[in-house]
């Protein structure tokens, strides 16, 4: 059992080498307002003067005081003269020629022995975190003190708690101080030593408030009364002591603290704790084995070492874990460079499989918030680009008095017997110019895409290569240059397959079958009159159904006025121009299906073989051509500052918790139950 509370000593050592945060280790985490006497009880702990003294808040820093026991001097010269030192944990300390003495964390290698010198030094280094303005920092201030005389223990010295600020301080200097205390206390692996002076009441204590917010069962706090002999004549603490006032769980202990004047006269530690003593035997006869400084150092202790037995199985699981999770981050940084032409084919190797998996759909991050990669360029090629063509009406933009003037335009002087060819052409040209547009937004949609992969492979498939900055921005260049060199020509093969379909109109086409229908169509509506002359069906029936009319009659269509250019709007169409605008439309609408189909599935054959094939194909090639090359090698290679300080900061905690588990199992399983 006495080796645990040096074990977690250990443990806090090696952590701190580190700066971690994440190991809540077991300590005694001390609370008490203002000239409480927390001071007072910590030095009674020691047996030395060593803290700052003053009005006002001295304590400015938590101070994290590690109590070593040793050997005295001179078993330990004995021991050493015999060359039989033993490196056992703690306990052994050649080379150090004093009683007692103290090391500070943040000074390395430094031995102090006299203990005005700690305290000095523990009020420099205060001032140089905190400034002299009497305001708090939240770094703490280590020091390991190494005596004869005192039990092992590991406390934690807080700011006292001040409600009104004075001079320099902050106006929250309450909340600030308070939100510190909270930090240490919360931690479910420290006991709380509240301190609270015998001559005020207990049910206004801020320390036992405190206390209570965190342990609300008060299974982590221990209760100490100080200042027992500063009571008011006639009264005492004995009810309080007892626990009938305030209970406590943990137990409660008295104390009596050395005076101002004690202090002024330099008295001694071990005559104050005589005098305690003294006093304790003529007011509280029956308590008096139970109270005092020297009883609250071995209850401290005790109650720390079955603290850390019952924490300790827990500890050494959260080491474990947090093991297997920094071994995974220090994976993901990768090894420092040795081979950069090695290591520079490997990433964009590796860079290039990822890009043609990620249009594959073989990749090994594959994302389910969204589309991506290949998926992403499918869903254009079937959905947008070919949902945008299905929703192109054939006959949009065209009405029937621009069919009637292409026809007129097409007969030149001459009245047409039959629907010129020309005028079909025509229009249907104008028809079929409709799909480029949407032909060529499938292009830049498809081209988007791949440079949406590039970022898609470097956040998620090549890690690695988030490691150097230079050669993820040229690897980006590179491959945005090798896209923007084929875009102009997928563009341009995909206009040419619309000028393929406008440069001849194939009416011979096998699946333009409208045309020889529309032809019998045509034929079906004339008949042969008497006269020997054709005539169209319904333009007999109209003949017949309309009354008779003069000379002038309009039932035959009016007359063209021969100084108009153009057909008013209003008038109404002839039999045989609503015939000829329905065979053009006919026609126009069999062959821009036609036309449409055979573009919806040329152009995106087109892209992939123009664009996205050719960039799979060629882009590892393209890659080391543009990089592999000697002068670039070591430039390219340059680790981002933030990854090698990750790297050397992960590694570091890595090794503190391998340290840590070794030094946790060094403990035999009979001390943890």
Known sequence: METLIPTINRLQEVFLTVGAETIQLPQIVVVGSQSSGKSSVLESLVGRDFLPRGSGIVTRRPLVLQLVNVAPLEERLKTENGNEVKQTGQNSYPGVKAEEWGTFLHCKNQIFTDFGEICHEIEAETERASGNNKGIAPEPIHLKIFSPKVLNLTLVDLPGITKVPVGDQPEDIESQVQEMILSFISNPNSLILAVSPANSDLATSDALKLAREVDTDGRRTLLVVSKLDLMDAGTDALEVLLGRVIPVRLGIIGVVNRSQHDINTHKSLEDSMKDEQAFLQRHYPSLASRAGSRYLAKTLSRLLMHHIRDCLPDLKTRVTVLSAQYQARLNSYGQPVEDHSATLLQIVTKFASDYCNTIEGTARYIQTSELCGGARICYIFHETFGRTLQSIDPLGGLTELDILTAIRNATGPRPALFVPEVSFELLVKRQIK????????????????????????????????????????????????????????????????????LAYINTKHPDFTDAAQVSASVNSQQVETLDGTKRWKNEMVAEEKAPAAGFGSPSKGQPINLLDT????????????????EVIQRLIKCYFLIVRKTIQDNVPKTVMHFLVNFVKEHLQSELVGQLYKQPLLQELLIESQDTAQQRTEVAQMLEALKKANNIISEIRETHLW
């Open 434 to 501: 409709r799909l480029e547009e949407p032909s060529l937004r499938c292009v830049e949609l498809v081209h988007e895409e791949l440079q949406r992969i590039i970022q898609h492979c470097s956040s998620f498939s090549t890690q690695e290569l988030l490691r150097f900055p230079k050669l993820h921005d040229s690897i980006v260049e590179v491959v945005t240059g090798l896209l923007r060199k084929r875009l102009p020509i997928a563009n341009e093969m995909v206009h040419n397959l619309v000028a393929i379909e």
């Open 566 to 581: 153009a057909v008013p709007v209003s008038r109404k169409l002839s039999s045989k121009e609503q015939r000829d605008c």
